[in-house]
Nanobody, 123 residues
């Protein structure tokens, strides 16, 4: 399984970005819960948002709740993160990840990781 994340870039505070993650060689994608994590410079990688295999249920960290929205298109083996009202503290490298058994906050809950896409929010 390979996960490729893209869509990052430089945006001003208050702006929006949409991240995408495409899974290849992933026959079980439709049965995998998926998540986005981020890692800011000098900080640990943290959970941002997760979505269940059917897309019916999603979870968000308190820091992004109400601003970010996670979605997926199983027909395209893809998961997305719509980020609105971006703040400088959202600056980080964003990673998509495929859950091992189910969504969780720990890195150990995930078996496959994308390479990351960098998001920079200027003030």
């Amino acid at each position: 399984v390979q996960l490729q994340a893209f869509g990052g870039g430089l945006v001003q505070s208050g702006g929006s970005l949409r991240l995408s993650c495409v899974a290849s060689d992933a026959p079980s994608f439709n049965f995998d819960d998926m998540a986005w994590f981020r890692q800011a410079p000098g900080k640990e990688r943290e959970f941002v948002a997760g979505i269940t295999e059917t897309g019916r249920t999603s979870y968000y960290s308190d820091s992004v709740k109400g601003r970010f929205s996670i979605s997926r298109d199983n027909a395209k083996n893809s998961v997305y993160l719509q980020m609105n009202n971006l703040k400088p503290e959202d600056t980080a490298v964003y990673y998509c990840a495929s859950a091992l058994l189910g969504l969780g906050l720990s890195l150990d809950d995930y078996r496959y990781w994308g390479q990351g896409t960098e998001v920079t929010v200027s003030s």
